[in-house]
């Protein structure tokens, strides 16, 4: 299937897990996370929506945290876990 652009839609979809709800939604490359948790119906608390207060961090693939107010779906994906409940390090 091709979008609009010619562009295989399959390359463009990412498979997206939420944890600990067990969620699962296909997401489109760059589209931010938070909207694709809304469109989930995942509920992720926010504050300044800048990046700045860490409100909205999450944990992606059990590894490094982002916040999700600034951060989109990456590139060269199949899947992705999004983790939110994890255990920041203050
Ligand atoms: S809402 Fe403040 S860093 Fe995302």
Redesign the pocket.
Known sequence: MFNNDGILAKFMSVRILFLPDDVTIDAEVGEPL?DVAERAGVSI?????????????VEIDGGATV????TAVPPGREKLTINLDFDPTW
């Not at 608390?45 to 961090?57: D, I, K, Q, V």
């Open positions: 938070l608390p926010t504050g300044c929506l800048m990046g700045s207060c860490h409100a909205c961090e916040c999700s107010c600034i």
